[in-house]
T-cell receptor
Framework: DTAVSQTPKYLVTQMGNDKSIKCEQN?????MYWYKQDSKKFLKIMFS???????INETVPNRFSPKSPDKAHLNLHINSLELGDSAVYFC??????????????FGPGTRLLVL | GESVGLHLPTLSVQEGDNSIINCAYS??????FIWYKQESGKGPQFIID?????DKRQGQRVTVLLNKTVKHLSLQIAATQPGDSAVYFC????????????FGKGTLLTVNP
């Protein structure tokens, strides 16, 4: 079974649309993340949730809203999509909570293309 | 700006050779470092990590070296294989109450058969 799964794998949409990306982890980890990887492969953290509580919120536009319905899921909703939102979005999870130094496990990524 | 960077954006080696991928960091407070491998079309995959109280750690065919004096991290891959071709990232945890990884720019390793 895949430890961290994301849907959809590919997402092509028009500017101005609203879309959601879903992430699920079956590792029982407490903390989940969203990262954005640009065309130059640079990985940058966007959000982090620990037990459904937001603990990291980088300077991400308000159009991005994470939602964690339970510990195993962290979804990302994006309003009014812009061309610059085109990127690969990765979900990740970590076993322990805040202050832990354990490694993060990444999902396969969602490739978003905004036309 | 980001404090973690890589000296070489690309590295090409012959199959069977040893590979060394370097990473520089500037934050003295960083106390935990990870190397990730990202194959084309996939998510980053954990390779090896090291805490700041160590200067060397070995895994299967991989070794991470940490030099805190010059804030340098390296990943050594022994007997490089075509399956090692990927982008390699170093990442640092700068400590603090929230666990956040800051990633370097990545090095593309190409292994020639």
């Amino acid at each position: 079974d895949t430890a961290v799964s994301q849907t959809p794998k590919y997402l092509v949409t028009q500017m101005g649309n609203d879309k959601s990306i879903k992430c699920e982890q079956n590792l029982g980890h407490d903390t989940m993340y969203w990262y954005k990887q640009d065309s130059k492969k640079f990985l940058k953290i966007m959000f982090s949730y620990n037990n459904k509580e937001l603990i990291i919120n980088e300077t991400v536009p308000n159009r991005f809203s994470p939602k964690s319905p339970d510990k195993a899921h962290l979804n990302l909703h994006i309003n009014s999509l812009e061309l610059g939102d085109s990127a690969v979005y990765f979900c990740a999870c970590q076993e322990k909570g805040r202050g832990s130094r354990e490694t993060q496990y990444f999902g396969p990524g969602t490739r978003l293309l905004v036309l | 700006g980001e404090s973690v960077g890589l000296h070489l954006p690309t590295l090409s080696v012959q199959e069977g050779d040893n590979s060394i991928i370097n990473c520089a960091y500037s934050n003295s407070a960083s106390d935990y470092f990870i190397w990730y491998k990202q194959e084309s079309g996939k998510g980053p995959q954990f390779i090896i990590d090291i805490r700041s109280n160590m200067d060397k750690r070995q895994g299967q065919r991989v070794t991470v070296l940490l030099n805190k004096t010059v804030k340098h991290l390296s990943l050594q891959i022994a007997a490089t294989q075509p399956g090692d071709s990927a982008v390699y990232f170093c990442a640092e945890n700068r400590g603090g109450s929230n666990y956040k990884l800051t990633f370097g720019k990545g090095t593309l390793l190409t292994v020639n058969p």
